[in-house]
């Protein structure tokens, strides 16, 4: 077993501290990852309060993460040690259902193994990237193309590929309206890959002091939630609406906001449930859709994208002594856009 440290919760609710554990040591199959950086996501918050509900304690959260290779096993062929490499929501799932063989692993019908507070074949609970290495199943790990700074690259493991995977697969590109709810960590993402795929983006959004980084980002407009009169005059406006945000909203204003047959959908994941009024719609075949993330290939594919598009997330660094503070931050949304630890700072 390989001793490790971390930032752990150990009970619901409570702050993380510091927490040594043990991976496990690196088979034929494994690689061993040094992590230099891990992105927190708001899902890591979400489980360490368990505000889902199922989280399991202690936990080491942290599923964006980046670092070095320092061992591989000795049937290892993908990858070599010194390379740059990745590890994003899972790692593992059962490989043998239809959405594993089609390279969907994250609808495994048994269900994919979390980074973090999981349980494995083996029924050790997963801990996640705020520590210092992780051990992984090299079919389960990324490659972080060179041209990628390893901290910018970090969020792309969550919050680029939870945007990329519905643009791609709802076909959105060139010709397209596209309305991003919430300029946040999925939501700057989203505007940055929409816009080098080509759609004509809006930012729709409470807040004015968003204006600007909405423009910087590539948005073609902007308009602000919390004026009634934006959901009369953008009526019928949008084929696909990509809503971001993670607080409890009405889904139903902006289901009027589609074209007919326009798509609206959901990849932020409030911790309340919406009514959905049925005749917008029926009445214009509208649909509301859901996402999750992507499987191992197209998280691969979206890396090269994005390193082809010069895309990264916009972060601020830390060490990992302000995660709590970190934390309260990401709540009232003082973060531009996405917060990354410097896993330097645990050692």
């Known amino acids: 077993m390989l001793p490790t440290t971390g930032y752990a919760a150990l009970t619901a609710k409570a702050a993380l501290q510091p927490f040594s554990f043990t991976r496990r040591d690196v088979g034929p199959h494994d690689v061993l990852i040094a992590i230099t950086h891990c992105g927190i996501c708001h899902s890591d918050i979400h489980q360490a309060r368990d505000e889902w509900g199922g989280s399991i304690f202690p936990m080491v959260p942290g599923h964006e993460i980046v670092g070095t290779i320092s061992r591989i096993g000795s049937m290892v062929t993908r990858f070599h040690v010194g390379e740059t490499a990745g590890v994003g929501c899972f790692v593992d799932s059962c490989r043998t259902c239809p ?17 973090y507070s999981g349980l494995d074949k083996d029924g050790q609970v997963t801990q996640g990237g705020y520590s210092t290495q992780i051990v992984v199943n090299e079919n389960y790990v990324l490659q972080i193309p060179a041209t990628l700074s390893p901290a910018g690259a970090a969020p792309l493991l969550c919050a680029g590929i939870t945007t990329y995977s519905p643009l791609r697969h709802w076909g959105v590109g060139k010709y397209h309206q596209l309305a991003v709810v919430g300029l946040g960590g999925l939501g700057h993402m989203a505007v940055k890959i929409a816009t080098a795929l080509g759609t004509h983006v809006t930012v729709l959004s409470t807040s004015e002091r968003k204006r600007k980084d909405a423009e910087r980002l590539g948005a ?3 308009a602000l939630t919390s004026q009634p009169e934006t959901f009369t005059r953008l009526q019928r406006s949008f084929d696909f609406i990509l809503d971001t945000v993670s607080a409890p909203h009405n889904y139903n204003d902006y289901v009027n906001l589609l074209k007919t047959d326009g798509t609206m959908i959901l990849v932020g994941a409030p911790d309340k449930p919406t009514p959905l009024e049925p005749f917008p719609l029926i009445l214009h075949r509208r649909r509301i859709a859901g996402s999750v993330i992507g499987g191992i290939r197209e998280t691969q594919e979206m890396l090269n994208f994005c390193a082809e598009h010069g895309i990264e997330s916009d972060i601020e660094l830390i060490p990992i002594q302000q995660v709590n503070e970190a934390y309260e931050r990401v709540l009232k949304g003082d973060v531009r856009y996405r917060f990354v630890i410097d896993l330097a700072s645990l050692k």
């Open 99 to 115: 959405a594993c063989r089609e390279g969907s692993e994250q609808y495994c019908e048994a269900g994919m193994l979390l980074t």
């Open 220 to 222: 073609k407009d902007f």
